[in-house]
């Protein structure tokens, strides 16, 4: 959480300006003085959740083979556009936790992991296509729209917290 907008919003509560300004005094002390195992611990916890979000993208895109390969069109991108807003969710969830423990925004991890998500299911839906023709299979798909299906189903969820539901607007 920013610094600022933490102020304004315990003086917007009627935080005496003391009271306010000795509260981020502490916290800023704690980070300060944080030992060195936490620092460890902290880093570890980012790069362990970034890798398992890389490896969850690269397990959906394994296990949605088979449903490329035998699926009709509208029953395939209801269980990608399911898959993607499901570990859309769950990838939101871990780049807010991040947020909160390191205390800065995760920008690259924003664009990064949506970007792999794209990649990896367009590079099996193009591996599907050449099992499905190698096997003389009538069910084709385009590994690109597949790939942008899932891609806006996974974004979704971030879309929801940071334009509507963050911003006071709903649906």
């Known amino acids: 959480m920013k610094k600022n907008s933490l102020r304004d919003r315990l003086l ?22 944080k030992s060195r195992a936490m620092v ?12 398992i979000a890389i490896i969850g993208n690269m397990i959906i895109a394994v296990v949605l ?14 269980i990608v556009i399911t898959l993607g807003i499901g570990f859309g969710f769950l990838y939101e969830i871990l780049i807010r936790d991040l947020e ?8 690259v991890e924003s664009v990064f992991i949506p970007s792999l998500a794209v990649i990896s299911i367009a590079f099996m839906a ?3 296509n050449l099992l499905a023709n190698a096997w003389s299979l009538t069910t084709v798909h385009n590994p690109f729209l597949v ?3 899932y891609a806006m189903a996974f974004v979704s969820p971030w879309l929801f917290r940071n334009y509507i539901f963050e911003k006071g607007k709903y649906l």
């Open 12 to 33: 917007q509560k009627g935080w005496p300006i003391e009271e306010v300004d000795y509260t981020l005094s502490v916290f800023e002390s704690g980070e300060e003085n």
């Open 40 to 51: 460890i611990a902290e880093k570890a916890i980012y790069w362990i959740a970034i890798i």
């Open 65 to 78: 083979i088979p449903f490329f390969l035998v699926l009709h069109t509208f029953i395939l991108y209801l």
């Open 100 to 107: 909160r423990i390191t205390g800065r925004e995760m920008i």
């Open 126 to 128: 193009y591996f599907g």
């Open 147 to 149: 790939g942008l299906v």
